[in-house]
T-cell receptor, first 113, second 114 residues
Framework: DAGVTQSPTHLIKTRGQHVTLRCSPI?????VSWYQQVLGQGPQFIFQ???????GRGNFPDRFSARQFPNYSSELNVNALLLGDSALYLC????????????FGPGTRLLVL | QKEVEQDPGPLSVPEGAIVSLNCTYS??????FMWYRQYSRKGPELLMY????GNKEDGRFTAQVDKSSKYISLFIRDSQPSDSATYLC??????????????FGKGTSLLVTP
């Protein structure tokens, strides 16, 4: 079985642009969470989606948005990019929403110049 | 003050040593505790998961939770060079109204030298 897949693996953008990151969860998993990991820090929670509905939101500005599709894949959108948005963006897949194990993808490394 | 504190290291030990990694937390609502391992340029992978105070063992790894002190530890016995990675503690609040987000520590960088 394939694990969590994310695309693209790397991305370079300039300030002010917007970006869309994509995630496909493990087959059978219905929940996807997004985390931002700045270099030298632990991952920080951005969003959790379950059955296409937002179930949790971290302390991030409205420039960050996400959605989940009927096939449970998900997109994370970031508008008006800032230099500080440079980070590894991680997607985590979960069977449902609760205390089950979250399985992480390899991440998308975003660099904002 | 962050809710989860973890010394970033780096921690360097010789092969075969016992490694002790620690986190403290301030929010007593945390009830589920995990340790993740993250290799360079990879996503975190779950090592241990526990929800009660006490010890839980899995091979060379032992997770210890002391809820009264708000302190968790991960011990690695007979450490190997392949254990060189960043170790992240993570916690979940039970019955969260905002989803079951993982709250991570900063991560401790471990280097096991041959």
């Amino acid at each position: 079985d394939a694990g969590v897949t994310q695309s693209p693996t790397h991305l370079i953008k300039t300030r002010g642009q917007h970006v869309t990151l994509r995630c496909s969860p493990i087959s059978g998993h219905k929940s996807v969470s997004w985390y931002q990991q700045v270099l030298g820090q632990g991952p920080q929670f951005i969003f959790q989606y379950y059955e296409k509905e937002e179930r949790g939101r971290g302390n991030f500005p409205d420039r960050f948005s996400a959605r989940q599709f009927p096939n449970y894949s998900s997109e994370l959108n970031v508008n008006a990019l800032l230099l500080g948005d440079s980070a590894l963006y991680l997607c985590a897949s979960q069977l449902a929403t609760g205390t089950e194990t979250q399985y992480f993808g390899p991440g998308t490394r975003l660099l904002v110049l | 003050q962050k809710e989860v504190e973890q010394d970033p290291g780096p921690l360097s030990v010789p092969e075969g040593a016992i490694v002790s990694l620690n986190c403290t937390y301030s929010n007593s609502a945390f009830q589920y505790f995990m340790w993740y391992r993250q290799y360079s340029r990879k996503g975190p992978e779950l090592l241990m998961y526990t929800y009660s105070s006490g010890n839980k063992e899995d091979g060379r790894f032992t997770a210890q939770v002391d809820k009264s002190s708000k302190y968790i530890s991960l011990f690695i016995r007979d450490s190997q060079p392949s254990d060189s990675a960043t170790y992240l503690c993570a916690m979940i609040i039970l019955n969260s109204n905002s989803g079951y987000a993982l709250n991570f520590g900063k991560g401790t960088s471990l280097l096991v030298t041959p």
